[in-house]
Structures are given as structure tokens and as C-alpha cells.
């Protein structure tokens, strides 16, 4: 059976949807931002993800919209992905990870 890529693309979002179930969420007052930033935001050592329908929030409330690099931001499977950059690594610093989140 050959797969499209309709089926390539489905099973990534599915397997971006596992990996964002053992997150840990938090909102966005946990991480040091205005609390109006985002209410369910998921995190692990090196990623804050945001559903995309909240990530202007994200940007105008928490200072996210200077992140614009391709190798700190990534739209995908309804979600952004945010990495790599000094302002994830700042709010992922108020996090404490001690229960064992996945990296």
C-alpha cells in the first residue's frame, strides 16, 4: 500500500498529539508572562507549545511576537512550536521539571 502524503501528515499530527498529551501544562502566568498570555500552554525542557488559535495571544501578550525564525518557531498539526530562542529558554527557567517531563 503506498501512502500519501494526506497519511504522512496525519500520522505526524497524531504523533505531535502524544508527545503534547505527556507535556506538562501550564498557563501562561507559570512561566513569568502577563497571565493573559495564554491559559493552557504545554511545555517540556526545550519547547513551549501553543494551540495556534491562541498563539496571538501568546505573541502580543508574552512577547512572543519577535519570534520569527524558522529554527525557533513551527506551525504544525494545529499547534505552534516554539524553541531555540532566548525568551523560551527565559520562561521555561520558572518551570521546575523535577517530575521527570518529557524532553
Do not use: W
Request: hydrophobic letters at 35%.
Amino acid at each position: 500500500m503506498t501512502q500519501t502524503i494526506s497519511d504522512v501528515i496525519e500520522q505526524a499530527t497524531d504523533a505531535l498529539q502524544l508527545v503534547i498529551n505527556n507535556m506538562k501544562e501550564v498557563r501562561a502566568y507559570d512561566l513569568g508572562l502577563d497571565s493573559r498570555a495564554g491559559h493552557r500552554l504545554y511545555v517540556d525542557n526545550k519547547h513551549i507549545i501553543v494551540d495556534a488559535r491562541q498563539d496571538r495571544t501568546l505573541q502580543y501578550y508574552g512577547g512572543f511576537e519577535y519570534i520569527k525564525d524558522s529554527e525557533s518557531r513551527l506551525e504544525f498539526g494545529g499547534y505552534v512550536i516554539y524553541k531555540d530562542d532566548s525568551r523560551v529558554t527565559e520562561c521555561l527557567a520558572q518551570i521546575d521539571f523535577s517530575e521527570g517531563v518529557p524532553q
